[in-house]
């Protein structure tokens, strides 16, 4: 049995990868976080714990032999070093979940794993404007305390990740639309386009990296490779729900008077190519319409228990 720790893995993404390491078996399973929500899955040790004090996660976590951490909730290099200096017994693989915000906007799309990366805070951004340069950052102390503690690295940075037990208002924004039959805004402006993967493909392409050797030392992109635009939601929403959208065409400027808050910025591309990691692992992504009409499926399971 392999040791594996998961750093956060309550919410979205880490919970889904879970579910996915229980079915696979051939793991023991250690979960740190807050414990703000338990898992309370058989088969799993729950470890509550700040990552942000360190004493705690030294006296928290047992001393093995890991085969990986698996990293949802480091945003800072802060965190990865941390956590790296409080393991207890050997660590063989690092797996940090980064993300496409590292780079920076270009217009030479799709946009690679070499693309240029954030150099300084985007005050653009409001209260996100350090992320991406942090999560950057990150990166570069992960392979620095990787290079340093001979621990192999595995980064992989997630385009827009959709799916069941999403918490951030990305497609229940528009399934809320429909349930309501409220109209959908699509901007006026040239077609803004998007990438998306689905949050089962990002947790089966991290169980995929586990001790791979192709996946050692080694930076993806997830991103599938449909591009998506405000028009192809409102069809794909037809599409899975057999209700025709309601449209309103507005202009950029109207949108921001009427601040209208759509879940993707309708004035620039977020556009990235999931082709390395395709080839490298030999993965295929799960077609959009396909994904959403899941999470289309357990969106409207909630809704029943409401």
């Not at 703000?36 to 729950?46: A, Q, R």
């Not at 700040?50 to 802060?78: G, M, S």
């Amino acid at each position: 049995m392999k040791n594996i720790l998961i750093i956060g893995g309550s919410y979205f993404t880490g919970r889904v990868f879970v579910e996915e390491l229980l079915k696979q078996g051939g793991y023991n399973i250690f979960v740190f976080n807050r414990g703000n929500i338990p898992l309370n899955f058989k088969g799993v040790t729950e470890l509550k714990g700040d990552r942000e004090d360190q004493d705690r996660i030294r006296n928290t976590l047992p001393e093995k032999e890991w085969h990986a951490v698996v990293d949802f909730c480091a945003y800072t290099p802060d965190h990865i070093e941390k956590m790296i200096r409080s393991i207890h017994g050997t660590l063989h693989q690092y797996i940090f979940i980064s993300t496409t915000a590292v780079y920076e906007t270009t217009f030479d799309l799709p946009i690679k794993e070499d693309a240029a990366k954030v150099s300084k805070p985007q005050p653009e951004l409001g209260p996100y404007a350090d992320y991406g340069l942090n999560k950057w950052l990150a990166e570069i102390s992960l392979r620095s305390e990787g290079e340093k503690r001979g621990i192999a690295y595995t980064c992989l940075r997630p385009a827009i990740i959709y799916g069941p037990y999403n918490y951030a208002p990305r497609e229940s924004y528009f399934f809320d639309l429909l349930r309501d039959n409220k109209p959908m805004v699509v901007p006026k402006n040239e077609l803004a386009l998007y990438s998306f993967v689905s949050v089962l493909d990002a947790a089966k392409i991290i169980l995929k990296c586990l001790g791979n050797e192709k996946a050692l030392n080694e930076t993806f992109n997830i991103a599938g490779e449909e591009l998506i635009s405000y028009p192809r939601l409102a069809q794909m929403l037809e599409v899975i729900s057999g209700k025709k959208p309601k449209i309103i065409k507005m202009t950029l400027d109207e949108i921001r008077q009427m601040e209208i808050p759509l879940p993707f910025p309708p004035d620039s591309h977020l556009v990235y190519s999931g082709e390395k990691i395709r080839r490298v692992l030999d993965i295929e992504y799960t077609p959009f319409t396909e994904g959403m009409r899941e999470t289309y499926k357990y969106y409207q399971m909630l809704q029943a228990r409401k």
